[in-house]
């Protein structure tokens, strides 16, 4: 995820391009830069850091202009640097490119383009765009434009200039957000509404595919074959602060509604339908697979609930034995490490410092490490071995959600990589799963739509001071994370239990109207959690159930029940999850809590 705005007009496009920056911020801050057609030459500034970094360095006397693109970075392919910052140009620096999005093919066409004589510069996806668009550059830049997008696969906004049609910006959207802001004059391009509103608050919202032509001052959209578009303006009547968080109120809520794209995002390119699980910025073996005896998962907070899910994954799947602990514990204690032994870390900001003192002891100990995180370039990326980014794009709420189901998606990964590379398991049943990652996208968004009912949950059950939440196998493993979700968002005492453990002791805590939520999503186990459930039920709980669909038989046991679509068992915790996040995000608002930012907590823990 990162952010581009582009404006075409009478002002200074150096200031606007910058005060538009500045609402994208959320979208990203690895980078950020600009490129303005000054005295037509493309000018282009950019720096790894913050966009108040790009503030200072630039120059604003020389970057005097009235066209320009910006762009502030979430680091995807290639480490934050001032290389790897875009806009992104062709040699001669006559074209510039701002992208947000993942360009899946990059590798097949810069090395076609490199045949061509094409030299590139950078790490990133975006820089074969301003090579192709030159290619195809015969003095109509929206015409090469088109070709050079009909070459590439994956999701792209993008905004261009250049310096032989210095009055013109062309833009496009696919699978990423963009709109065009049009004013008296002057019109503006932008990954999301904040960034154009203090200009104007007439915005066209694009549709996939749809092509942007701006050129003094007048905006036209054209569809992929080029034929003008007519588009209704829309009137934006909200305020800045929820454009930012996308008409939602809170980040927290925007994030979870932004799961779907983030499972499809992660899944890219690494599953692919009949082939082979492709990680290639994981460097191990076959050989190196072969050799591992066992696997430590380390982590903290809701990376170790995604790490429990690993367990079980790499187990079943790879067949490969795996200890999961927490970074805290395990850095203190003498952990029986050697060169045979791989080290997993999962970490959403890749800066927790229990998590990286694990990775620094596991190395000295010559383990192998394989870092899952969401920040590319961050302290884990740099000291593990290989790394495997989970792209959920920033994550800006306290609360972890959209980075911990891309944590699950990841861990299946590896599981699946090691399956196949081990043989452990039959390929059908690696395939079966595959096909189930792939359509896990849709069924994420058919559990948020059923947000209302969980909302109605929250309004029930807001004033409890205790809840309990219990699950078996896997649901166990969702339980801990629905647990934690709520105790820190809400501040109502909860613990999770394995449903079987109950009667050795936890059973005692439940008394009349005692909140349990009940995840029995594992078909396998599903008639034991009846049984548990109806344990607590005779001792007065009442119980809210997250079951698969087909399994309705259990709302004559429970009070309540709301239903994730069929999948296999090994997949359920990404869809059993969402209930839960929303559970715990409607009892907060109920209570009036500061959902984005709990009280005592801080989104990344650098300390002990
Ligand atoms: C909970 C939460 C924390 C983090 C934990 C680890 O919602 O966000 O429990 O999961 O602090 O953080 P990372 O993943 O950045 O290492």
């Given at each position: 995820?990162?952010?581009?705005?582009?404006?075409?007009?009478?002002?200074?496009?150096?200031?606007?391009?910058?005060?538009?920056?500045?609402?994208?911020?959320?979208?990203?801050?690895?980078?950020?830069?600009?490129?303005?057609?000054?005295?037509?030459?493309?000018?282009?500034?950019?720096?790894?850091?913050?966009?108040?970094?790009?503030?200072?360095?630039?120059?604003?006397?020389?970057?005097?202009?009235?066209?320009?693109?910006?762009?502030?970075?979430?680091?995807?392919?290639?480490?934050?640097?001032?290389?790897?910052?875009?806009?992104?140009?062709?040699?001669?620096?006559?074209?510039?490119?701002?992208?947000?999005?993942?360009?899946?093919?990059?590798?097949?066409?810069?090395?076609?383009?490199?045949?061509?004589?094409?030299?590139?510069?950078?790490?990133?996806?975006?820089?074969?765009?301003?090579?192709?668009?030159?290619?195809?550059?015969?003095?109509?830049?929206?015409?090469?434009?088109?070709?050079?997008?009909?070459?590439?696969?994956?999701?792209?906004?993008?905004?261009?200039?250049?310096?032989?049609?210095?009055?013109?910006?062309?833009?496009?959207?696919?699978?990423?957000?963009?709109?065009?802001?049009?004013?008296?004059?002057?019109?503006?391009?932008?990954?999301?509404?904040?960034?154009?509103?203090?200009?104007?608050?007439?915005?066209?919202?694009?549709?996939?595919?749809?092509?942007?032509?701006?050129?003094?001052?007048?905006?036209?959209?054209?569809?992929?074959?080029?034929?003008?578009?007519?588009?209704?303006?829309?009137?934006?009547?909200?305020?800045?602060?929820?454009?930012?968080?996308?008409?939602?109120?809170?980040?927290?809520?925007?994030?979870?509604?932004?799961?779907?794209?983030?499972?499809?995002?992660?899944?890219?390119?690494?599953?692919?339908?009949?082939?082979?699980?492709?990680?290639?910025?994981?460097?191990?073996?076959?050989?190196?697979?072969?050799?591992?005896?066992?696997?430590?998962?380390?982590?903290?907070?809701?990376?170790?609930?995604?790490?429990?899910?690993?367990?079980?994954?790499?187990?079943?799947?790879?067949?490969?034995?795996?200890?999961?602990?927490?970074?805290?514990?395990?850095?203190?204690?003498?952990?029986?490490?050697?060169?045979?032994?791989?080290?997993?870390?999962?970490?959403?900001?890749?800066?927790?410092?229990?998590?990286?003192?694990?990775?620094?002891?596991a190395k000295s100990e010559n383990a192998r490490v394989i870092a899952i995180t969401n920040v590319v370039g961050s302290s884990v990326?740099?000291?593990?071995?290989?790394?495997?980014?989970?792209?959920?794009?920033?994550?800006?709420?306290?609360?972890?959600?959209?980075?911990?189901?891309?944590?699950l998606i990841a861990m299946y990964i590896i599981a699946l990589y090691f399956a196949e590379n081990k043989e452990s398991i039959r390929?059908?049943?690696?395939?079966?799963?595959?096909?189930?990652?792939?359509?896990?996208?849709?069924?994420?968004?058919?559990?948020?739509?059923?947000?209302?009912?969980?909302?109605?949950?929250?309004?029930?059950?807001?004033?409890?001071?205790?809840?309990?939440?219990?699950?078996?196998?896997?649901?166990?493993?969702?339980?801990?994370?629905?647990?934690?979700?709520?105790?820190?968002?809400?501040?109502?005492?909860?613990?999770?239990?394995?449903?079987?453990?109950?009667?050795?002791?936890?059973?005692?805590?439940?008394?009349?109207?005692?909140?349990?939520?009940?995840?029995?999503?594992?078909?396998?186990?599903?008639?034991?959690?009846?049984?548990?459930?109806?344990?607590?039920?005779?001792?007065?709980?009442?119980?809210?159930?997250?079951?698969?669909?087909?399994?309705?038989?259990?709302?004559?046991?429970?009070?309540?029940?709301?239903?994730?679509?069929?999948?296999?068992?090994?997949?359920?915790?990404?869809?059993?999850?969402?209930?839960?996040?929303?559970?715990?995000?409607?009892?907060?608002?109920?209570?009036?809590?500061?959902?984005?930012?709990?009280?005592?907590?801080?989104?990344?823990?650098?300390?002990?």
């Amino acid at each position: 995820m990162c952010g581009i705005v582009g404006y075409l007009g009478k002002k200074s496009a150096t200031d606007i391009l910058i005060e538009g920056l500045s609402k994208l911020e959320y979208r990203g801050y690895d980078s950020a830069g600009v490129a303005v057609i000054v005295d037509g030459s493309v000018v282009v500034e950019k720096y790894k850091g913050r966009l108040a970094n790009l503030e200072e360095k630039i120059d604003s006397n020389k970057l005097v202009g009235n066209v320009g693109i910006g762009h502030t970075r979430w680091a995807t392919h290639g480490v934050p640097s001032d290389l790897n910052s875009h806009p992104h140009t062709n040699e001669n620096q006559t074209i510039a490119v701002v992208h947000n999005g993942i360009i899946e093919n990059y590798m097949v066409l810069k090395e076609w383009l490199q045949s061509e004589g094409y030299k590139f510069k950078s790490e990133t996806d975006t820089e074969v765009i301003p090579h192709l668009i030159d290619y195809y550059y015969e003095g109509d830049l929206l015409d090469a434009f088109m070709k050079a997008v009909k070459k590439m696969e994956g999701s792209y906004a993008l905004g261009v200039v250049c310096k032989e049609e210095p009055n013109k910006i062309v833009a496009v959207r696919k699978d990423s957000p963009l709109i065009v802001g049009v004013g008296e004059g002057e019109s503006f391009i932008a990954s999301d509404i904040p960034a154009v509103l203090n200009h104007t608050r007439n915005v066209y919202l694009l549709e996939d595919n749809e092509f942007v032509l701006m050129e003094d001052g007048n905006v036209k959209i054209f569809d992929f074959n080029k034929n003008e578009v007519k588009k209704e303006i829309y009137h934006v009547t909200w305020n800045a602060d929820a454009a930012e968080k996308g008409g939602y109120d809170h980040f927290m809520l925007k994030e979870i509604h932004e799961q779907p794209k983030a499972i499809k995002d992660t899944l890219t390119s690494r599953v692919v339908k009949g082939q082979k699980i492709n990680l290639d910025s994981i460097k191990i073996t076959k050989e190196q697979i072969a050799e591992i005896d066992k696997i430590y998962i380390v982590a903290c907070g809701t990376a170790y609930h995604a790490g429990v899910v690993g367990k079980y994954a790499i187990e079943k799947l790879a067949k490969i034995p795996v200890e999961i602990e927490v970074a805290s514990e395990f850095r203190y204690r003498e952990p029986l490490i050697n060169e045979r032994t791989l080290m997993i870390v999962i970490s959403q900001s890749g800066e927790t410092a229990d998590t990286l003192a694990a990775l620094r002891l596991a190395k000295s100990e010559n383990a192998r490490v394989i870092a899952i995180t969401n920040v590319v370039g961050s302290s884990v990326a740099r000291e593990a071995d290989d790394v495997l980014y989970t792209w959920a794009g920033p994550e800006i709420a306290v609360a972890s959600t959209k980075a911990y189901v891309t944590q699950l998606i990841a861990m299946y990964i590896i599981a699946l990589y090691f399956a196949e590379n081990k043989e452990s398991i039959r390929s059908t049943e690696i395939d079966k799963i595959k096909s189930e990652l792939l359509n896990l996208s849709e069924k994420a968004a058919e559990v948020l739509n059923q947000k209302e009912k969980v909302k109605a949950f929250a309004k029930k059950i807001y004033m409890d001071k205790d809840m309990y939440f219990l699950g078996r196998g896997l649901d166990y493993a969702v339980a801990m994370e629905g647990s934690l979700k709520l105790k820190e968002i809400s501040y109502i005492h909860s613990e999770a239990y394995a449903a079987g453990e109950l009667k050795h002791g936890p059973i005692a805590l439940i008394e009349d109207d005692t909140t349990v939520i009940a995840l029995a999503t594992q078909e396998y186990l599903f008639e034991k959690m009846l049984s548990n459930i109806k344990e607590v039920i005779t001792r007065g709980a009442k119980v809210i159930a997250v079951a698969m669909e087909g399994h309705d038989v259990i709302e004559k046991s429970v009070d309540d029940a709301i239903y994730i679509p069929r999948v296999m068992p090994i997949v359920a915790p990404i869809l059993s999850v969402i209930p839960l996040q929303l559970l715990s995000y409607y009892i907060s608002i109920e209570k009036g809590c500061d959902v984005d930012k709990p009280r005592n907590l801080a989104k990344s823990v650098t300390v002990e």
